[in-house]
């Protein structure tokens, strides 16, 4: 069973409480859920990790490294400044999608670059919660 780590940034752990009108009413743990059982279905062992830490985040993209055929990262406000994070993804082999619950190219203009694009072999955004979903089933895609 191949194992994909799902990674989340800052903020990410005040889900369905923190502006639901961008991020929505869904729940970090019920992202976590519905992200266990699709890899189930889709023979994937998903782990999943929340930090507002950047180096925390690092630590985890390195630890993948190891224990991770696959990662998928919502790397929140730190998609827009953090050299560090991707400078850890790309020390990662495997394949990497980038998630955001919404489309911040249709946000403020500081949130258009991403620094994990770089790295990353998709991404996916504005689609919600969803993101994730659509994000393991192209996982299991490039990983197949």
């Known amino acids: ?18 502006q639901p009108e961008i991020y929505g ?14 890899g189930q279905e889709l023979g994937l ?11 925390t985040i690092v630590d985890q993209i390195q630890t993948a490294r190891a224990t991770a055929d696959g990662i998928i990262l919502n790397p929140a406000a730190y998609t827009h400044s953090s050299v560090a994070i991707l400078d850890a993804l790309l020390a990662f082999d495997g394949p990497v999608i980038e998630v955001h619950l919404s489309n911040i190219h249709k946000r403020e ?9 770089r790295r990353a072999d998709a991404v996916i955004a504005g689609c919600g919660a969803q993101g994730y979903s659509l994000a393991l089933r192209h996982m299991a895609t490039l990983l197949d």
Do not use: W
């Open 1 to 18: 069973m191949k194992t994909i780590h799902i990674l989340n940034g800052p903020n990410l752990n005040l889900l369905g409480k923190r």
């Open 25 to 38: 009413h869904d729940t970090l743990d019920s992202i976590a859920a519905t992200c266990k059982a699709l």
């Open 45 to 55: 062992d998903v782990a999943l990790f929340q930090s507002n830490h950047e180096g």
């Open 109 to 117: 203009t500081f949130r258009h670059h991403s620094y994990v694009s």
